[in-house]
C-alpha cells in the first residue's frame, strides 16, 4: 500500500504565500507524475500543478508565473510553493501521484490521492 501525506496549507492573507509539502511512502517501484489538483466550494477538482519524474512541470493557467512545484527524489516528496495568493486561489488542495508498483515481475502504474489541506485567503 501507497500512503500520501500532505502538510502545509492554512490561512494567509491576500498576497501572502504558503508551502505545501507531500511524501509518498509504502511499496513505491518508480513515482511517475505527482502534484496537486484542487477543489474550491461548489467547484470541480481542477489541475494545479505536476511534475514528472524526468522533472517535466505542468501549471494550471492560473497559477503560472506564482506558483513552483519543486521535487526531492530521494524522499518522494513534492512542494508547492505558492506566492501572490489571489482571493480565488482557496480551495482544498489535494496531492496526487502516479507511480509504479512491482507485482511479481510486472510494475503496475496505480494512483494515489492524498487526505487534502486547506488553503484559505482572507483578510
Known amino acids: 500500500q501507497v500512503q500520501l501525506v500532505e502538510f502545509g496549507g492554512g490561512l494567509v492573507q491576500p498576497g501572502g504565500s504558503l508551502r505545501l509539502s507531500c511524501s509518498a511512502s509504502?511499496?513505491?517501484?518508480?513515482?511517475?507524475?505527482m502534484g496537486w489538483y484542487r477543489q474550491g466550494p461548489g467547484k470541480e477538482r481542477e489541475l494545479v500543478a505536476t511534475?514528472?519524474?524526468?522533472?517535466?512541470?505542468n501549471y494550471a493557467n492560473s497559477v503560472k508565473g506564482r506558483f513552483t512545484i519543486s521535487r526531492d527524489n530521494a524522499k518522494n516528496t513534492r512542494y508547492l510553493q505558492m506566492n501572490s495568493l489571489k482571493p480565488e486561489d482557496p480551495a482544498v488542495y489535494y496531492c496526487?501521484?502516479?507511480?509504479?508498483?512491482?507485482?511479481?515481475?510486472?510494475?503496475?502504474?496505480?494512483?494515489?490521492w492524498g487526505q487534502g489541506t486547506q488553503v484559505t485567503v482572507s483578510s
Open positions: 496526487y501521484c502516479n507511480l509504479d508498483q512491482q507485482r511479481g515481475s510486472q510494475l503496475t502504474a496505480s494512483e494515489y
Open positions: 511534475i514528472t519524474n524526468g522533472g517535466s512541470t
Open positions: 509504502g511499496s513505491i517501484f518508480s513515482i511517475n507524475v
